[in-house]
């Protein structure tokens, strides 16, 4: 069967579609909806035997949909019908919310639906949290469901209920009432609006978009007083507490931490330290790094921003794997709640007034990070893939002596489509798991990988249901110490190993260095201009050539 993608953008949800598809061997080519003519171009060239939109902010064409079946996922339950309906069912509470696949037709949301799945709405979640986990995989279970109904003789569309379109979510709606809304009404305002469009305010005089918050228990303050500052964040009073803050956007530029966009207007205001690696607790406070212990295992997360990594926090990371490597025997590094890891921290680079010199610490300190996993002689590492992740946060992760993935991952394991080449030990790390014809291959084509697709070439070890990822990650590491004796002989192989081969290691390393230093350096090289256009979040003026099958 032939498939093709109508996208607005080949976001996350796109990709896992793209995945899933692939693995149950159909044709799939992605186009994205730049206008009706060049839709239109594309269906006739293709050919597809039915189109699907998972991520779509356009109307398709009705010279497509009457000649060929299209499907829209739309992220809402039966009867929700308009856009921001993520974003309206966070602010009105709803306890329910799903996603339907309904055939287009000249109704906006108004087709027949074909499959539908519901989820349980989680609480004091971010919008694109949800997005990202929830509904991709209810639009996965649902677009399965599609397939089977298709095949199906007897199967009977349900009738959408067409309700009016919801009404259209302002700034009004989102905006925050200082002297009056709770910390709680606050943030569900805060997760409403991530990562788009953020609430607006003005904070300090400065008017700009408020994203990512967290509740504060012990400092208090009042309402919209700014009374501390930790890495990049910054904590406000409200009636009832404060909460903490940790990115910010000014109008026309883009997302950066709350103490970049303040910066001197913050001055007076002291950092508040807590520890390197907070012990797993329940305080309600905002930090980066913590970690779980039982027994001699230790669950290192590292919860940055979108899975971006900056220099400070490639330092901080780098710090907690030492120390942690004294601490235990089996160390975990399971990311953030969303993201594994995604690499170096771009929007910190384009923000830079020495971009080439930041950016070559950048680099370097995450290589710094990939240094501390791989030379570990005294410990087993292991990897857990929960979230998805993509360029240097993959083979950040690929450094680990056992790499476990959760099946509903997505990986992107490339650079190119940066103008990068990339660094993080790949040469030695990728092609030491599936070999250098393959690894070459991966980084040429630049496509995503699913976790079946990632297991059977030998880039991960181990794929486990999501639905039971927690704990059968939790026996396969308690499994490393039960026999110590094997344990033992495991790190003196690992150690005789790296003894053997460090100099090949670092050289790998080093090689990748050389390669990059002009694409950071040289001001006119092309990642710099697709780093600016990546980050200003500018329109693709074509469908990337990787993404279309013939």
């Known amino acids: 069967m032939r498939v093709l993608l109508i996208v607005s953008s080949f976001n ?20 994205y909806a730049l206008s009706d003519e060049l839709m239109i171009k594309e269906v006739q060239r293709f050919k597809p035997d039915i189109i699907l939109c998972p991520f779509l902010n356009k109307f ?44 287009a037709n000249e109704n906006f949301d108004g087709g027949d639906i074909y499959s539908y799945k519901n989820f349980t709405m989680p609480i004091n979640k971010s919008k694109a949290s949800i997005y990202r986990n929830e509904v991709a995989n209810c639009a996965i279970k649902a677009i399965d469901e599609l397939f089977i109904n298709l095949k199906n003789k007897e ?39 991530d990562s788009s469009p953020g609430v607006k305010d003005n904070l300090l005089g400065k008017e700009c978009y408020l994203y990512c918050a967290f509740k504060e228990e012990s400092l208090t303050a009042k309402p919209k007083e700014i009374i501390a500052k930790r ?15 940790t990115h910010l956007k000014e109008k026309d530029y ?6 970049y966009v303040l910066k001197d207007k913050l001055k007076g205001i002291k950092e508040n330290r807590i520890p390197l690696v907070l012990e797993d ?53 399971m990311g953030a709640e969303d993201f594994f890891s995604n690499g170096i921290h771009l929007n910190i680079l384009e923000d830079s007034k020495k971009q080439g010199e930041d950016g070559w610490s950048n680099i370097n300190a995450i290589n710094d990070v990939v240094k501390s996993i791989i030379f570990s002689p005294e410990i087993i590492t292991v990897t857990s893939f929960g979230k998805n992740a993509g360029a240097g946060g993959v083979f950040l992760g ?19 489509t940066l103008a990068l080449t990339g660094s993080e030990y790949h040469t030695y790390s990728l092609a030491k798991r599936v070999g250098e014809t393959k690894a070459q291959e991966i980084i040429d084509k630049c496509l995503p990988i699913g976790s079946k697709e990632a297991q059977k070439i030998g880039l991960v070890d181990i794929v486990f249901e999501d639905k039971s990822y927690k704990k059968d990650l939790k026996n396969f590491t308690k499994s490393l110490t039960k026999d110590l004796d094997w ?40 990642f710099h201009t697709l780093r600016q256009k990546f980050v200003y979040k500018k329109k693709a003026l074509e469908t990337p050539k990787r993404l279309k099958e013939i």
């Open 281 to 333: 607790t329940h305080i309600d406070t905002f930090y980066e790094l913590r970690v779980q212990k039982d027994d001699e295992i230790a669950y290192l997360h590292f919860n940055f921003h979108n899975g971006a990594m900056s220099t400070t926090q490639c330092i901080r990371l780098k710090y907690a794997i030492d120390y942690l490597k004294q601490e235990c025997k089996v160390l975990v590094l």
């Open 398 to 416: 690929l450094a680990s002596d056992f790499i476990v993935i959760n099946d509903e991952v997505v990986l992107n394991p490339h650079y190119k």
């Open 60 to 103: 398709i064409p009705k010279q497509i949909f009457e000649k060929t079946p299209t499907f829209i996922v739309h992220p809402g339950v039966i009867g929700d019908r308009g856009s921001n309906s993520l974003d309206l069912a966070i602010l009105e509470n709803k306890k329910t919310w799903g996603v339907v696949i309904l055939k």
């Open 231 to 245: 890495d990049g964040a910054i904590c406000i009073g409200t009636i009832d507490k404060a909460i903490w803050i």
């Open 254 to 259: 883009f997302k950066l931490p709350a103490t």
């Open 12 to 31: 996350s949800l796109s990709q896992k579609v793209y995945v899933r598809l692939k693995e149950k061997n159909y044709i799939v080519s992605v186009d």
């Open 155 to 193: 199967f009977t569309p349900i009738k959408q209920i067409l309700n009016p379109l919801h009404k259209k979510i302002t700034q009004n709606d989102r905006k925050i009432n200082w002297q009056e809304d709770s910390s709680d009404i606050i943030i569900k305002k805060i997760n409403a609006s």
């Open 487 to 526: 344990f033992y002989d495991f790190c003196e192989k690992k150690e005789e190993y790296l003894d053997k081969n460090s100099e090949y290691i670092n050289s790998c390393k080093e090689k990748e260095l050389k390669l990059m230093y002009n694409q950071f350096w040289n001001k006119d090289s092309n």
